[in-house]
T-cell receptor, first 114, second 111 residues
Framework: DTGVSQDPRHKITKRGQNVTFRCDPI?????LYWYRQTLGQGPEFLTY????????KSRLLSDRFSAERPKGSFSTLEIQRTEQGDSAMYLC????????????FGPGTRLTVL | GQNIDQPTEMTATEGAIVQINCTYQ??????LFWYQQHAGEAPTFLSY????GLEEKGRFSSFLSRSKGYSYLLLKELQMKDSASYLC????????????FGAGTRLAVHP
């Protein structure tokens, strides 16, 4: 297993368009997280899945954002009607339920909204 | 409320030792993590503290004082490749393991 993967790595879109990002966690990691990071800031929590259940959502996740993890494996994050303020790095992380529960991050999807 | 503070920038010399401090005020506490992040890359896990004291991992050590809401990351024998941002993150108790991150400390290592 090569770690958490995310696709695409970069996305440029026009304001008002919809975008969808995919995250494939490390196999056997049943916990999956989405974060958003802007320049010069630390990652901000967006949402958390345990298996296929979405157990927590941040207030940052407006109704334009939706995330799914239909089979408890990969996850998708969709942003509808994108705005320039959505421009950021979207990071996915996964963790195993045992041990220290450290989160392993993927390379991220950099979104630019023009 | 939630507040995690760490210095914005630090500089150090190759071969030296540097200490990056982090103070936190969060709703409950269930562990503190340090991550390293090179520019344009994902954060990578460095260390984890849940009990008071020092955890050592090679050139990196991390210390925690829960009563003071304080942690530090100690980097020894600095190398140029250690130039990166260092993120302090707290996992709150009672939640679902989400991490609350500080803004990060940008460390520049000079020859």
């Amino acid at each position: 297993d090569t770690g958490v993967s995310q696709d695409p790595r970069h996305k440029i879109t026009k304001r008002g368009q919809n975008v969808t990002f995919r995250c494939d966690p490390i196999s056997e990691h049943n916990r999956l997280y989405w974060y958003r990071q802007t320049l010069g800031q630390g990652p901000e929590f967006l949402t958390y899945f345990q298996n296929e259940a979405q157990l927590e959502k941040s207030r940052l996740l407006s109704d334009r954002f939706s995330a799914e993890r239909p089979k408890g494996s990969f996850s998708t994050l969709e942003i509808q009607r994108t705005e320039q303020g959505d421009s950021a790095m979207y990071l996915c992380a996964s963790s195993h339920p045992s041990g220290e529960n450290e989160q392993f991050f993927g390379p991220g999807t950099r979104l630019t909204v023009l | 409320g939630q507040n995690i503070d760490q210095p914005t920038e630090m500089t150090a010399t190759e071969g030296a030792i540097v200490q990056i401090n982090c103070t936190y005020q969060t709703s409950g506490f269930n562990g503190l993590f340090w991550y390293q992040q090179h520019a344009g890359e994902a954060p990578t896990f460095l260390s984890y503290n849940v009990l008071d004291g020092l955890e050592e991992k090679g050139r990196f050590s991390s210390f925690l004082s829960r009563s003071k809401g304080y942690s530090y990351l100690l980097l020894k024998e600095l190398q140029m490749k250690d130039s990166a941002s260092y993120l302090c993150a707290v996992r709150e108790s009672g939640g679902y393991n989400k991490l609350i991150f500080g803004a990060g400390t940008r460390l520049a290592v000079h020859p």
